[in-house]
């Protein structure tokens, strides 16, 4: 393939030496010095013992190995993965239906759908921070929540502590991410050709046989790739847990990024937050390789494309 | 990477296309009707339910007064404005929308510029390491913020340090540290763009003797400017909706409006008279810039959106 492009390039009249390669300075530089040089170094602060008394002088902590891996599996990183895992894994099972049945109902042209779909859109476009510090306000003991619940008789409850604070994490999530799924499996509908609908209402079927063998089989594809990228967002989210429980946060809700930043920035353990964001890291690639991996880098110019 | 720590998805098809087609499709038959009418009704209903409920109670207690909020009135018995122009002396919120709007500002013009320079050269040349860089392009974004923060940290403090700059705590520091991890995806934005951009018109250029700067200002950035306008749009709310990296970088003086609104969100539990009226406004300001950009340029974010975009 590379050899091939070459030749082709090379035919067009722009020799190797015309290649210019020296625009990709200023960006690659950022990208090294920010990016790339950071992350060796996290990987070298995981192995030193770095805490606020040697921070301004880095360069000489002292190496203690793997000390701090060890640390942080005995310390709650175990439970914080455990957390990170089943809120993201919940997360994302819970908004699949949500997004599908907003994509199908908005499929169809309808008075007012453009509304409905702009609707639909107010909890992805709103910021994060946003969403949380309104749910944050709204779920105060003294809260419209709780206000409402005890106007149809039901006893509210603490949503911010406690255990339930993990399932009121989840609730905001779900209320934030759904439009996510929604996008992307608009996007599948939308690749589904006419001659399949007209083709299924040839042949008699009903709406039910018709969505479930005909039309979801579409989805499969996005909605699966959506389900992968929402479960990194929903791993990767400090923003949420952050501002709607603040630092440190309940135990329940400890998820990984939220231990990483307290033992960092709360606990000055630098060296041993660094691990832990190692191992966070570590986790996270095993989706991000099967996503590398599914995704076609290379598609050329004029070929290739789906 | 995102500081707001989201992996940011990949787009698939370039913007324009993806948009255009949607709109063909919107003359549907009745062979085309996916759900029976009561049914789609009550999905529809049920969704907009649930956006719409927390979303019109942020209004109305924006549009309340203090007193009434906590007294739990859902809807207010005297409409104000109140709120919205005491926020300005409770909270701290101009000097935060100020940061916000320069930093992120500087951010998506440097980005899309930036971004729109490597992607050319990554879609329209070959050379070793290309499929690497590309790779590294979508494998970055998904880097957790929370590794990236502390070495930045230590690095950006470092340059204090050893070279005598100062960098953590200046519009400076966040202005690097938000370009920097806006560029992945401002680039990838760019490269599934120019991959269908037909090479005639630079080759038609290239012919009369412009240079690469020349072909790449003249031709290539006019040809995608709704590119452009999404990889720069995405640059601005990576740095609006941080709240990480902004909570460790600055100091009170150049905090941004996420910050600002998060801590005086913060300060409304535990025994002060809350005046949750005002936290609801401050959030629907802070929330303004986003959903005025999303308006304004809803044309070409959709399409962004729909291939899969990212907040």
Redesign the interface.
């Known amino acids: 393939m ?1 050899e091939q ?2 030749t082709r ?1 090379r035919r ?3 020799t190797e030496q015309q ?3 020296w ?2 300075t ?3 530089l ?2 090294t ?3 790339l ?3 060796l ?2 990987v070298y ?1 995981s192995l030193i013992d770095l805490d606020q008394y040697t ?4 360069l000489d902590a002292p190496f203690i190995g793997l000390r701090n891996f060890t640390e942080a599996f005995e310390s709650g990183l175990p439970r914080s993965i455990w957390i990170s895992v089943s809120f993201a894994v919940i997360s994302t099972a819970a908004t699949v239906p ?1 997004g599908i ?2 994509a ?7 008075r007012g759908r453009a509304l ?1 779909r702009a ?12 969403v ?7 779920l ?1 003991p ?3 929540v709780n ?2 619940l005890a106007k149809v008789g039901v006893d509210g409850a603490l949503w911010l502590s406690g255990p339930t604070s993990f399932w009121t994490l989840i609730l905001v999530e779900i ?1 934030a991410a759904w439009p ?1 799924i929604y ?2 499996a ?2 599948g509908l ?1 690749s589904v050709d ?1 001659e399949v ?2 083709a ?2 040839i042949d008699g079927a009903n ?1 039910w046989p ?2 479930t063998h005909v ?1 979801l089989p579409y989805l499969r594809g996005p909605v699966l ?2 389900c992968l ?1 929402a479960t ?2 929903h ?5 949420l847990p ?2 709607l429980f ?1 630092a440190p946060a309940p135990d329940d809700v400890n998820v ?2 939220m231990i ?2 307290v033992t ?2 709360q606990g000055l353990r ?1 060296g041993l ?2 691990a832990m ?2 191992v ?2 570590l986790l ?1 690639a095993i989706p ?1 390789f099967a ?2 991996r599914a ?1 076609r ?5 004029d070929g290739g ?2 | 990477m995102t500081a707001s720590t989201t992996p940011r998805p990949v787009p698939v098809l370039a913007p324009a296309r993806r948009a255009g087609r949607a709109r063909r499709r919107t003359a549907a038959g009745e062979a085309h009707r996916l759900l029976p009418a009561p049914l789609l009704a009550a999905v529809t209903v049920t969704l907009c339910a649930m956006v719409l409920a927390p979303t019109l109670y942020i209004v109305l207690a924006s549009l309340n007064t203090d007193v009434g909020v906590a007294s739990g009135e859902f809807w207010p018995r005297a409409f104000s404005l109140d709120s919205y122009s005491r926020i300005w002396t409770t909270a701290d919120l101009a000097t935060g929308l100020l940061n916000s709007m320069l930093v992120c500002a500087l951010v998506a013009v440097a980005s899309a510029l930036l971004g729109t320079i490597t992607a050319y050269v990554l879609v329209r040349y070959t050379f070793t390491g290309r499929l690497t860089i590309l790779r590294g392009l979508v494998g970055l974004q998904s880097i957790p913020g929370t590794l990236m923060l502390l070495p930045v940290f230590v690095l950006f403090s470092s340059a204090g340090n050893y070279l005598g700059l100062t960098v953590v705590g200046t519009r400076w520091g966040l202005f690097l540290a938000y370009l920097t991890f806006a560029l992945p995806f401002s680039t990838w934005v760019m490269v599934t763009y120019l991959r269908g951009l037909p090479r005639e018109l630079e080759e038609a250029g290239r012919m009369d003797g412009a240079s690469t700067l020349r072909i790449l200002f003249r031709i290539i950035v006019p040809l995608s400017l709704p590119a452009i306008v999404v990889s720069g749009i995405f640059a601005f709310l990576l740095g609006w909706n941080d709240v990480l990296f902004a909570s460790v970088l600055t100091r009170p003086e150049t905090q941004t409006a996420a910050v600002a609104l998060s801590a005086f969100g913060a300060t409304q539990e535990g025994g002060a008279i809350p005046v949750y009226s005002q936290v609801m406004a401050a959030a629907l300001i802070s929330a303004a810039p986003v959903v005025l950009l999303y308006l304004a340029f809803q044309r070409y974010l959709v399409g962004g959106l729909t291939a899969g975009g990212v907040k």
């Open positions: 590379t492009s070459t390039t067009r009249g722009v290649r210019p390669l625009l990709l200023p960006g690659g950022l990208m010095l920010i990016i040089v950071p992350l170094l996290a602060i921070l301004r002088r880095w949500f049945a907003a199908v109902a908005t499929q169809n042209a309808f409905v609707v639909f859109l107010i909890p992805y476009v709103l910021p994060s921070f946003v949380a510090t309104v749910w944050r306000t709204m105060q003294d809260g419209i206000t409402m209320w996510f996008l992307m608009l996007a939308q006419g609908h007209e299924s209402a709406w018709k969505l039309i790739l959506a990228l990194l967002h791993i990767n989210n400090f923003t952050y501002v603040g990984m990024p990483v930043y960092s920035f630098f937050s660094a964001a190692i966070s890291l996270i991000l996503y590398l995704l880098l290379d598609v050329h110019e494309r789906k």
